[in-house]
């Protein structure tokens, strides 16, 4: 029953919810009212169930998980897809999958109660706009990578703690994956082409159609004053993968002086990622051989690795930079120091249990590049759901902006 003191919260968060709906449907909506629309709505949900409700919804989180990745390997949601509004029976499903028919039912109970498709009449399901998403790299590819990858760490993560005295893992080499399985993560993706495939495509969906680090960052801090003659650096793409983001900023500026490097392990780099740019193999782990760019550019790096891994990278690339003109730019998650998104907070869990990885939140993150020898001169924030973009300059000496 609903006490008179709980009543006017539930009814102020509604009414909060219907104005930020109303900015978030706006023709000059922005990501921020999206997804304080989202948290608005997750306090509106716990406000109005009880304890034990609460309780329970987290208990059954991990067969919902199983039962969606066992429908991804029958490749039931492009069926429906296909079939569009007509939709499919569980008969038909059974027909087509070569699953038993009281097995289809039971999974499909709990893909209709997550929302990903409709069931409007008894064992008929009808797919919706969250159907068409899970046949797109995101899903098709994000779910059975990420469950295969995490969950056997994760069934065994209470163990892990329990074992290691409740003590967050310090070492790559011995992160609760290493523990559990045998294995890192990068080695589980490297054993099998069709992993890492899936991996990249996941990584490379997640931020399909969200702004470029260049978009959220003030170029132009760069650009002024930048040196042009031949030898000049510009920008150090380090551990760049294949080179997308450099790509993308050469499209984007391709007035900018100054070479574009893009570095990462020798077999990774071993074809050109595209005209103006230089591939050169390179671990992040050995000093820094190019010297004085403008910016040294890390992507997703240092949420893979624990603080005194990521010290010796930095330090590394101090060691390149010139005072008063480099500057080291990363694009990576900026938790807020209070009330961190639960996506955030999660992955934060998914990050040290795979590596011993760490996502920062911002005091996190200026107490890690103050002891390697940095300043943070900015902090731009875009889409909260995505990272932000942090540039720091060596501490000895005042940027030149």
């Known amino acids: 029953m609903t006490t008179s003191v709980e009543n006017p919260t539930i009814l102020s968060l509604v009414e909060d919810i219907k104005q930020t709906a109303l900015q978030d449907q706006s023709p000059g909506r922005s990501a921020e ?22 309780v329970l919804r987290l208990i059954y989180q991990p067969p919902q998980n199983a039962a969606l990745r066992t429908i991804m390997d029958l490749g039931i949601f492009p069926l429906l897809v296909e079939q569009n509004k007509r939709g499919l029976s569980a008969t038909e499903l059974a027909r087509r999958t070569g699953a038993e028919r009281g097995l289809i039912v039971r999974l499909m109970r709990v893909m209709t109660a997550l929302g990903l498709c409709a069931s409007h009449e008894s064992e008929v399901y009808i797919a919706t706009e969250k159907t068409a998403v899970m046949t797109q790299p995101i899903g098709r590819d994000g779910i059975p990578c990420i469950y295969d990858l995490t969950m056997p760490t994760l069934a065994k993560l209470p163990d892990y703690f329990r074992e290691h005295h409740y003590i967050s893992p310090k070492e790559y080499s011995r992160s609760p994956m290493q523990w559990a399985v045998g294995q890192s993560q990068f080695e589980w993706l490297a054993q099998s082409k069709h992993r890492q495939g899936l991996f990249n495509s996941y990584m490379s969906s997640r931020r399909h159609g969200k702004p470029s680090w260049f978009d959220v960052y003030p170029v132009e801090r760069l650009t002024s004053g930048v040196m042009d003659h031949p030898e000049a650096v510009f920008l150090v793409d380090v551990g760049g993968n294949q080179g997308h983001d450099l790509v993308k900023f050469h499209d984007k500026h391709p007035e900018v002086p100054g070479r574009l490097i893009l570095q990462d392990l020798p077999k990774v780099v071993s074809r050109c990622p595209g005209e103006g740019i230089q591939g050169m193999g390179y671990s992040f782990l050995d000093p820094q051989p190019i010297k004085g760019a403008r910016a040294y550019y890390f992507r997703a790096i240092f949420h893979d690795w624990p603080d005194h891994i990521c010290r010796k990278i930095l330090v590394n690339t101090i060691s390149a930079m010139d005072p008063g003109y480099s500057r080291i730019i990363i694009s990576d998650f900026v938790l807020p120091d209070t009330d961190a998104q639960l996506l955030q907070a999660s992955l934060d869990i998914q990050m040290m249990s795979i590596g011993s990885g760490v996502e920062r939140s911002e005091r996190q993150w200026r107490e890690l590049l103050d002891e390697a020898g940095l300043e943070i001169t900015g902090i731009w924030k875009g889409n909260p759901g995505m990272e932000s973009v942090i540039e720091a300059v060596r501490k000895e000496e005042p940027s030149m902006l």
Do not use: C, Y
């Open 33 to 54: 009212s999206h997804f304080q629309l989202l948290g608005l709505i997750d306090k509106l949900r716990l406000a109005v169930e009880t304890p034990t409700e609460t």
